[in-house]
């Protein structure tokens, strides 16, 4: 079990490295993700290697990097309309797992591609957004921007945690994660909304109280969907943390895996709500 202090010091410290990286723009983003993908592709195929599952190693590694390559909003766009590279190279690295198996079939060859697949939209698709949040509407409204995942995700695991700790009694998920609590997520709720208000009516005055209050709810809800699903992929692979990568703290999925599906959240909040006119 995480000591207060422990979960407080280690949820800011992140914060802090995170918050570096992001501001230095896509030169520091770009070797930072590609290690952070490599390091949580090792992790997810070292928990399937524990439950006797083969992946292809060698294809997910080099996808996995070509995915977030092609994530680069500097990139020229695709030779055809409607369409990214990022889209492009998915879709190669499919056929290609289709294609691998049916030249060199071995034992249980659909699980190989399903757990493949999976490694590569879970880690390398979702960490690719971090790039195109970073660089939406141009490197400054794009550095504001990336800013609300980064404070509600931190807003929501520190209320959450506090909110859990003294007034948690019914639990939200107790076959998935038996910590989490409803009153806990309700708190995360709560603190999440009061500072993303503050940021985007009073202090940056971008949104109005509804549009903070909708993203609110929507990445409260992303951040513990993705903390709740890493559990349930540990729970079904039955291993207690991902890695021990960070020492005392498991490993970088353990760490990343609320931001993996908040970044996304607001990523497509502000393209299809937002910023699409919505």
Do not use: C
Not at 114 to 136: H, Q
Not at 157 to 162: S, Y
């Amino acid at each position: 079990m995480e000591t207060l202090s422990s979960r407080v010091s280690t949820a800011v410290i992140g914060f802090l490295v995170v918050s570096a990286v992001v501001y230095l723009g896509w030169w520091a983003m770009l070797p930072a993700l590609l290690l952070v993908g490599v390091m949580g592709l090792f992790e997810y195929v070292r928990m399937l290697d524990y439950n006797d599952i083969d992946v292809r190693r060698g294809t997910l590694a080099t996808f996995g990097a070509a995915l977030i390559l092609a994530s680069l909003p500097m990139l020229p766009g695709v030779p055809w309309e409607g369409g990214s590279w990022r889209e492009a190279v998915l879709t190669v690295a499919i056929g290609y797992l289709f294609v691998i198996e049916v030249i060199k079939p071995g034992e249980r060859p659909l699980e190989r591609i399903v757990y493949s697949a999976f490694g590569l939209l879970y880690i390398p698709w979702l960490l690719g957004y971090f790039l195109l949040l970073r660089y939406t509407e141009g490197p400054d409204m794009g550095l504001l921007y990336f800013a609300l995942p980064l404070l509600a995700t931190f807003a929501a695991d520190i209320g959450g945690f506090f909110g859990g700790y003294y007034f948690g009694r019914r639990k939200l998920a107790p076959e998935i994660s038996p910590a989490k609590t409803v009153e806990g997520a309700i708190s995360g709720l709560a603190f999440s909304f009061v500072v993303i208000v503050i940021l985007t009516e009073f202090i940056w005055q971008i949104w109005t109280p509804m549009e903070a209050l909708l993203y609110s709810v929507l990445v409260a809800s992303a951040s513990q969907l993705g903390d709740l699903s890493e559990s349930l992929l540990k729970r079904a692979l039955n291993t207690k943390d991902t890695g021990t990568s960070l020492p005392g703290h498991g490993g970088f999925l353990d760490r990343l895996d609320s931001l993996l599906f908040a970044v996304p959240a607001t990523y497509l909040y502000l393209n299809i709500s937002v910023l699409g006119g919505g």
